[in-house]
């Protein structure tokens, strides 16, 4: 029962996977045209010989044994975040990260091929230990080995690549089998902690008022006391569920544990994050706070995005995006300038293309011969759905701007070369499904 | 299943978390491409509108302003030759750099800096507004600047013609001149439609006719690129502007010059009126000054320097200043006293020089006495000791402001230029509320000669004698004859006179005044000045004290020819040279000089020379 291949591949995740980077090459040479039709920049030209040799590295990655990689995760992770570590002290600073190590010209974002490693290392460690999976233990040490590369790349600052790191670690962990009390206490726990760290801020800009319940939260008195409450809240529901062993105990102190660190981790968060960070996170909800500055994206993408109509204006001939209202159209906005100028059919032909690679990839994943491979995949999958909901949504000025790129379209080399190797692994997983 | 090396239980679980994750998946793109429909198709329309007005720029293009002629409709005495603004966006120029621009701006345009910072202040920084720099700017400027452009961010220039006034005479007062529309302008003419950068008239006619001569801007929309740089042609929504309207004045500028030559440099004024329509043919006020030098320089500087001369060069004299009318108010008492009949004008009252009111002694201008005069002869010599008897004993204070009333004084003539005075006709209820005392027995007498508290502007006293002309009735004064269309030339609007006091004095006075008028010039005092062969004058003469030795308003007003029925040839000249000047009873003179001219057709030139003989044109010479 093999299934139609070429040189042992996925097919339909090769083909789509070149579908896109070719309709990323034309959307990126589309950006860089001006409304006199002059063609001004030649990130086209580098991004066909990126996606050239992202190919060869694809397919080169196939005939990989991912047990090899097994076998040298912890050495590539720990590169990696020497690599961080470098870029954090030498690092060239591009739109206010220091996120880019090179010389000249020439330079990769190591901040994007940690997140493979991060995945591969990950992937070992919870396979090494998936006898004690059902445990916290597991589900705390490995949390660690994320927020290693997580703390490193705040410190460029760079908030939305950091939290690509998060959803890598769910899946593997959910896919590996954790419990979901637990997975769900700390998804619960960090959300909690953005929303009230951004609440005052959407409070403050948005609703333009500060209401007094808010104080509880900048206030630092009363915050102590509502933390203070919750901690005894805490302290109390698990003596009783240390008495009585009583099911609602338990959930009683999973809820107020959970708020406590939300709650201390909102104080951290507000710490770490200047307020302009917090604004831009926030600006998507109404961009009319900032029209000209971090509202200015999101009013124009979303301008551009719904002006596209059912087939679009026809390639070339956006107007937000060849009068250049549309910024970084190569990069983060490139679903925009696409749903623009092939509208809604467009649009439909990428969702269909990533949709195909996912759901490919999760069969792959499960069709996996051991863990490793099956934990592997699930992390990658987890990775390409994240940056794709997350670009994609930022485009449709639903989601914040975060900067992360839209996989095979987005204009870069370094986070095309990743995803492709990523790509490779998962062709090497799905050629040795059946090899015992 | 088991030789993947997972329990069944464990099989069963990750078939649950991978059907988990796919409908996580299957479901986010779902949720997506509804939002995505939401955006493109149900809602696309309003962000195709969005896209398009986001792209779209409003451009106002200026209207030409409309053109002034004079009566005869040849040449214009203002027109619009071709210049350039230059603007900057003060915020396309990052802050740091405005400095650096304007010293380029300052140096390139051959201004100050100081003059760029005035108009461009800190609280403009922010605005995507172009704000005009200077305007008057030559093509080979605007050339210099393109060439350099990378040097200039955020400069832009645009048409904006000057306004060029070819007559740079005494019409400045008629004309008036244009500026720049101020924040406070717009303010008050928002709703109007002014805008920003838009010219504004300042003064007379530019002023009053603004309305007309600005036309009507039009309206261009341009869709831009994110730094404003438009991509594409005009657009068939396109508004033209509409040119303003041409104007044409009731004005005759061969007048004009030939009543500003006879004046000379001296400060007064006059006025030259059709008294059968109240069309102005001369309007002379000297000093004036150079409407085009607010074009060449800053308007704010220019306004500030004419501003601080003493002579009041914006003044129109004619209009704005009031004076004692002096014994040319004789004419309205004569007039009084026959139409009231209180005293027989063929009885003589013999002037000693001199009468005593009360405790003083007012005297006449001939100390030993006119000797025994009737009311003509009074008139000619203009003998005050006969008229301060007729105002005091028989026609009293009452009836003198009645009859000057009725003559228009003491009201303005409704002239169509901003700013005209009223002058003051003083009553007794009027002493009492602004002096607090009572009206006596000498007020009576200086008022009776034209002194005292009454003045009168010299344009009320060219329509006195326009109502004496016109046997009792008098039309509002204009300056405007028609309004023309600025293409076709077709006419607009014709202004017809209007009347403006209506007299129920009897016509048999007016002919009797006009009869003692010619006196003045064949047997009183003007008769050694008017003596022009050229036409018939009647008039009189008025010679005002200014309270210093050797200074006196010096007053002729007149009409021509004394007696004729065709009430299309008759003119009303009013000369008024004020008493800084240096004495040389300059009014009738210049008068003399106006009147020759104009019925006979003849430049200045031409009538200094034909009448070089003539004694005070000698006498001018050998002062000279």
């Known amino acids: 029962m093999r299934e139609k291949s070429l040189f042992n591949m996925d097919i339909y995740i090769f083909l789509s996977a070149l579908a896109l980077m070719v309709i990323g090459i034309l959307f990126i040479y589309s950006s860089g045209v001006s409304s006199e039709g002059v063609v001004f ?72 091929f940690t997140k493979l490693a991060t995945i591969l290392f990950t992937a070992a460690f919870v396979d090494k230990n998936k006898g004690e999976i059902t445990g916290v233990k597991i589900i705390l040490q490995s949390l660690i080995i994320i927020l290693i590369p997580v703390g490193l790349i705040l410190l460029q600052p760079d908030m939305g690549t950091a939290l690509a790191y998060i959803p890598v670690y769910f899946f593997i962990l959910f896919a590996g089998g954790a419990k979901v009390r637990y997975l769900s206490f700390f998804l619960v726990s960090g959300l909690l902690m953005i929303l009230l760290g951004v609440l005052p801020e959407i409070e403050k800009e948005i609703f333009l008022e500060n209401p007094p319940l808010l104080l509880l939260l900048t206030e630092k008195t009363f915050f ?98 060849h009068y250049r209202f549309l910024p970084q159209q190569s990069t983060d906005f490139i679903f925009s300038i696409l749903a623009e100028e092939w509208g809604f059919l467009g649009g439909l032909v990428v969702f269909t293309l990533f949709l195909i690679i996912l759901i490919r990839s999760m069969s792959i994943v499960y069709q996996a011969k051991d863990n490793y491979a099956y934990l592997v995949g699930a992390g990658i999958t987890g990775m390409i759905f994240f940056h794709t909901l997350v670009n994609i949504g930022m485009a449709m000025g639903i989601m914040p701007i975060t900067g992360i790129p839209l996989f095979f379209l987005s204009y870069g080399g370094s986070s095309l070369w990743m995803v492709a190797v990523s790509l490779g692994i998962l062709q090497n997983i799905y050629a040795r499904r059946f090899s015992y | 299943m088991e030789d993947k090396g997972f329990s069944a239980k464990s099989s069963a679980d990750r078939r649950k978390r991978f059907i988990a994750l796919i409908v996580l998946i299957a479901a986010s793109f779902s949720v997506y491409a509804v939002y995505l429909f ?46 350039f603004a230059v603007d900057v966006i003060p915020a396309e120029v990052p802050r740091t750099e405005l400095p650096i621009l304007f010293t380029r701006l300052a140096e390139i345009l051959e201004i100050s800096e100081e003059s760029i910072h005035d108009k461009i202040r800190p609280e403009h920084y922010h605005l995507y507004q172009p704000m005009e720099v200077l305007s008057g700017v030559s093509f080979g400027t605007i050339t210099r600047i393109a060439e350099r452009i990378e040097e200039f961010p955020g400069v832009t220039w645009r048409d904006k013609p000057i306004r060029s006034y070819l007559e740079t005479g005494s019409l400045s007062h008629v004309l008036g001149y244009v500026g720049n529309i101020t924040s406070e302008d717009l303010q008050v003419l928002y709703n109007q439609g002014y805008e920003r950068n838009a010219l504004l008239g300042r003064m007379g006619i530019e002023k009053q006719y603004d309305q007309v001569l600005r036309g009507k801007d039009g309206v261009s929309f341009k869709t831009v690129d994110v730094k404003g740089r438009s991509v594409s042609q005009e657009s068939a929504e396109d508004i033209p502007p509409e040119t303003g309207k041409n104007l044409v004045l009731t004005i005759d500028r061969h007048i004009q010059t030939l009543c500003e030559k006879a004046l000379g440099e001296r400060i007064g004024s006059v006025v030259v009126l059709k008294p059968s329509t109240g069309e102005v043919l001369a309007l002379v006020s000297y000093p004036y000054y150079d409407p085009n030098i607010f074009n060449t320089r800053g308007e704010y500087e220019t306004y500030k320097e004419l501003s601080l001369d003493s002579r009041f060069p914006f003044l129109n004299r004619a209009i704005q200043a009031s004076y004692p009318p002096a014994s040319s108010f004789k004419l309205i008492m004569t007039t009084a006293v026959l139409e009231d009949e209180v005293f027989n004008p063929e009885k003589k009252i013999n002037c000693e020089g001199q009468i005593r009111y009360g405790d003083r002694t007012f005297s006449c201008h001939v100390k030993h006495g006119h000797g025994p005069l009737n009311l003509g002869e009074a008139l000619a010599q203009s003998c005050n000791v006969f008229f301060y008897t007729m105002g005091t004993e028989y026609l009293g204070v009452e009836r003198i402001v009645d009859f000057s009333r009725r003559f228009g004084l003491g009201q303005i003539t ?211």
């Not at chain 1, 080169?60 to 590169?79: A, E």
């Not at chain 2, 002629?69 to 203002?78: A, E, F, H, Q, S």
Request: charged content about 20%; glycine content about 10%.
């Open chain 1, 224 to 321: 102590s006391w509502l933390l203070g409450a919750l901690v005894i809240i805490s302290a109390l529901a698990v003596a009783g569920y240390m008495v009585f062993k009583k099911g609602y105990f338990y959930w009683l102190s999973w809820a107020a544990l959970a708020g406590c660190l939300g709650l201390l981790g909102s104080r951290v968060f507000r710490h770490v994050l200047k307020s302009y960070q917090i604004k831009r996170f926030i600006v998507f909800l109404d961009p009319g706070i900032d029209p000209k500055g971090a509202g200015w994206n999101v009013i124009q993408s979303v301008t551009a995005v719904g002006s596209g109509g059912l087939t679009g204006k026809g390639f070339l001939q956006g107007t937000q995006s």
């Open chain 2, 414 to 624: 409704g002239l169509d230029l901003p700013g005209e005075k009223k002058g003051l006709v003083p009553s007794p209820q009027w002493k009492e509320e602004v002096y607090n005392t009572h009206w006596l027995g000498g007020d009576t007498v200086n008022i009776s000669i034209g002194q005292g508290y009454l003045s009168v502007t010299p344009l009320q006293m060219a329509n006195a004698v326009a109502m004496i002309v016109n046997e009792g009735v008098n039309y509002r004064p204009f300056l405007v004859k028609e309004v023309r269309d600025p293409v076709t030339g077709e006419v607009l609007k014709e202004t017809e006179p209007t009347v403006l006091h209506t007299s129920s004095i009897r016509e048999s006075t007016f002919q009797k005044v006009k009869e003692y008028m010619r006196g003045v010039i064949t047997e009183g005092t003007a008769r050694y000045v008017i003596l022009t062969d050229a036409v018939e004058v009647a008039g009189k003469t008025g010679t005002g004290e200014a309270g210093f030795e050797e200074s006196w308003n010096s007053w002729f007003v007149a009409y021509a020819p004394y007696d004729s029925n065709d009430p299309d040839e008759q003119i009303v000249v009013v000369v008024q040279v004020e008493p800084v000047n240096q004495w040389e009873w300059w009014a009738p003179k210049a008068a003399d000089m106006i009147f020759h001219g104009i019925f006979t057709g003849q430049t200045y030139e031409e009538v200094t020379e034909e009448l070089k003989n003539v004694w005070y044109l000698r006498e001018l010479r050998e002062r000279e």
């Open chain 2, 38 to 83: 939401s955006l493109q198709i149900v809602n696309g329309l309003e962000y195709q509108s969005r896209a398009t007005q986001v792209a779209r720029r409003v451009v106002s293009i200026p209207a030409a302003r409309g053109e002034i002629y004079d009566r005869n409709y040849d040449v214009p005495l203002v027109l619009n030759i071709p210049s």
């Open chain 1, 41 to 112: 920049s030649n990130e086209y030209i580098k991004q066909i010989i990126w996606a050239v040799t992202g190919l060869a590295l694809l397919i080169g990655f196939s005939y990989i044994d991912y047990n090899r990689l097994r076998d040298y995760s912890v050495y590539i992770y720990g590169g990696c975040i020497l690599l961080l570590l470098i870029t954090l002290l030498f690092g060239q600073r591009v739109n206010g990260a220091k996120a880019w190590l090179g010389i000249g010209q020439l330079g990769i974002q190591p901040s994007e």
